[in-house]
Nanobody
Framework: QVQLVESGGGLVQTGGSLRLSCAAS????????MGWFRQAPGKEREFVAA????????LFADSVKGRFTISRDNAKNTVYLQLNTLKPEDTAVYYC???????????????WGQGTQVTVSS
């Protein structure tokens, strides 16, 4: 089992930045891809970004390319999502997830955190 805990969400103005963190515990020695997803009220959960276990490969949704970056520190069992140039449409609960392969499919990720709220005011 892997436990994931997100932090770093909050309220920010349009154009602002936030850094989300996801701390993993439990069976963290496994070679997990880590992903970030988000879900806005009334909408389905959608893919944001993912990073391979080594950190050598990343994947981003088109809507966040050039604005968000993803990184990980395996020594700290932590993955980060840097959110820059935030827009009101980025408002959502952001979830961290762990899975075996680098892709954007919700169904591919086995473990999920509880989420952290990001609100971007206009």
């Amino acid at each position: 089992q892997v436990q994931l805990v997100e932090s770093g969400g909050g309220l920010v103005q349009t154009g602002g930045s936030l850094r989300l963190s996801c701390a993993a515990s439990g069976r963290t020695g496994s070679l997990f891809t880590m992903g970030w997803f988000r879900q806005a009220p009334g909408k389905e959960r959608e893919f944001v970004a993912a990073i391979s276990w080594s950190g050598g490969s990343t994947l981003f949704a088109d809507s966040v390319k050039g604005r968000f970056t993803i990184s990980r520190d395996n020594a700290k069992n932590t993955v980060y999502l840097q959110l820059n140039t935030l827009k009101p449409e980025d408002t959502a609960v952001y979830y961290c997830a762990a899975g075996p392969t680098l892709n954007g499919r919700v169904s591919s990720y086995y473990y999920w955190g509880q989420g952290t709220q990001v609100t971007v005011s206009s």
